[in-house]
């Protein structure tokens, strides 16, 4: 923790600017990540020169690299082109203000939203009814508690979405559709609407819709056919469907495996139909995000979903800040970059370091210190970006991140006072019965509790003994 700090420190040096040769290696290395997510080449070059354009020139913010501050800029275009926002989206998946790029239409009781899912055959639509379905009924994820894992945290308080879905059948070409819609409908105990295969899907969805709305369904959602490729014949009956219930969305459904051409597909359906969005599928395993780039970059149509398997929970709001990340594959650069520019100001690192010099150093400031550093990332995260600590293990990363943990959890069993007033659990005659309390109420032992202390302790005389022995006037941020 504390080296962590002091490297940060360390590049406090002179004012460095973003130059040709400063990026090299970087933009060797966004322009492989960019190709190896399969977007255009045309698109990645345009993209780089772009950005390298914008920035040469540009000071580099203290404690970071040219190189981490160009992969940050590049990493906000390309949050930009998939429909997020840059200012108020923050990377690593979401830990702050991840947002998806988009809502979906809320119907009521009596006026349901329509949902018509369009595709080529294949694509993932019938699986994606389901899953939309599922979606819709099932409980409220909350991703402004993104874990560790990047899972969004089910928080059993939010309420449940709720919303009563019919799926709709209207795929009448292949049998075996009506089935799939049937059984997939079954395991989630979802209605289906079918009128087996002689009816004209127009029909269907006419009909499925005066269903719904009479018998209180609040949204509707439309399986329809695809083909092969895009045909007069397929535009001509989505068109149909579209003028008779008016759907709220009409979304494209489209696999990502099928990388730059999933941009050149949205747009022409978006010119035949009119789309409010697309679905992304198939996103999962090693199939490549540079789909996601480009569909909204060459449609203006916004993804609203992502598939990311076959089962029926494998649906996720389509996240900018995750899939931008991810591209890049240098989330922990990104985040450093992004969070030194914004929390580790200079003064403030400069501040802590003076304070932890001096003998006042408490658990409040060993807090703030921590979060300091965990705001940057994971500590592993973090600790791969700082010299000379990429070597230490993984396992003793962990070992290292569990215990902050374990020591915040008891820093916050203190009372204010212990907090400020470190010797009442060292020195005074409560310590051991204070100790004792703040174990038990952080769910620690009385020994875990004990050698937190005497750690802190040791630390703090460290950090005493080192701004002694160095000659007054000296910057405490250069003591190595
Ligand atoms: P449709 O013809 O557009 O209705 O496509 P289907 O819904 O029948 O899906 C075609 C195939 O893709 C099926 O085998 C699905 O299980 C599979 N599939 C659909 N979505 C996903 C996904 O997000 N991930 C993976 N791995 N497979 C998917
Ligand atoms: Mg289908």
Excluded: H, W
């Excluded at 390309?78 to 989206?89: N, Y």
């Excluded at 969805?205 to 369904?217: M, S, T």
């Excluded at 009119?274 to 203006?300: E, H």
Aim: glycine share 8%.
């Amino acid at each position: 923790l504390t080296s962590a700090l002091t490297e940060v420190a360390k590049n406090l040096g002179p004012k460095q600017r973003i130059t040709e040769s400063s990026i090299k290696p970087a933009l060797r290395q966004v322009r492989r990540a960019l190709l190896d997510a399969d977007v255009n080449i045309d698109v990645a070059d345009a993209l780089i020169e772009g950005v390298k354009k914008r920035n040469l020139g540009d000071e580099v913010i203290k404690g970071v690299s040219a190189e981490q501050q160009f992969i940050k800029s590049m990493y906000d275009e390309l949050l930009d082109m998939m429909g997020g926002d840059s200012k108020s989206s923050s990377p690593m998946g979401g830990v702050e203000n991840s947002a998806p790029a988009a809502t979906l239409a809320v119907g009521e009781v009596g006026n349901p939203a329509v949902i018509l899912l369009a595709g080529l055959q294949g694509a993932g639509k019938t699986t994606a009814a389901g899953k939309l379905a599922l979606y819709l009924k099932e409980r409220e994820a909350d991703y402004s508690a993104v874990g560790e894992t990047d899972e969004p945290v089910v928080a059993t308080k939010l309420p449940k979405r709720n919303r009563k879905v019919l799926l709709v059948a209207a795929d009448v070409y292949r049998p075996a559709a009506i089935k799939q819609l049937e059984i997939l409908a079954e395991s989630i105990g979802v209605e289906v609407f079918s009128m087996g295969t002689d009816a004209d899907p127009v029909d269907i969805a006419k009909q499925a819709v005066q269903k719904a709305k009479d018998e209180g369904f609040d949204t509707v959602i439309v399986d329809t056919a695809g083909r092969q490729v895009v045909d007069k014949d397929l535009m001509m009956e989505l068109k149909n469907i579209q003028t008779t219930v008016k759907p709220d969305e009409t979304l494209l459904v489209v696999d990502a495996m099928t990388g730059q051409e999933a941009a050149s597909l949205t747009a022409a359906f978006d010119s035949a139909v009119g789309l409010t969005g697309a679905i992304l599928t198939k996103l999962d395993g090693d199939s490549r995000g540079g789909a996601a780039v480009s569909v909204r970059g060459v449609s203006g149509k916004p993804i609203k979903f992502v598939g990311v398997g076959e089962k029926t929970a494998d649906l996720e709001p389509f996240f900018p800040d995750r899939m931008a990340s991810r591209i890049l594959g240098m989330g922990d650069v990104v985040s450093l970059v992004e969070k030194a520019a914004a929390q580790v100001s200079d003064e403030e690192a400069k501040k802590m370091q003076e304070k932890m010099m001096s003998a006042e150093f408490d658990f409040e400031d060993f807090l703030s210190q921590a979060k300091m550093v965990t705001s940057m990332g994971s500590l592993g995260g973090v600790a791969k970006m700082m010299p000379g600590m990429g070597g230490i293990g993984a396992d003793q990363m962990q070992a290292a991140e569990r215990r902050l943990k374990k020591n915040e959890a008891m820093i916050c069993s203190m009372t204010k006072k212990e907090k400020r007033n470190p010797a009442l659990l060292i020195t005074d005659t409560t310590a051991r019965s204070r100790l004792r309390r703040i174990a038990k109420g952080s769910g620690n032992k009385f020994e875990d509790a004990a050698r937190f202390i005497s750690e802190f302790q040791r630390m703090r005389t460290m950090m005493s003994r080192m701004s002694k022995n160095m000659p007054a006037g000296q910057d405490p941020s250069m003591a190595g």
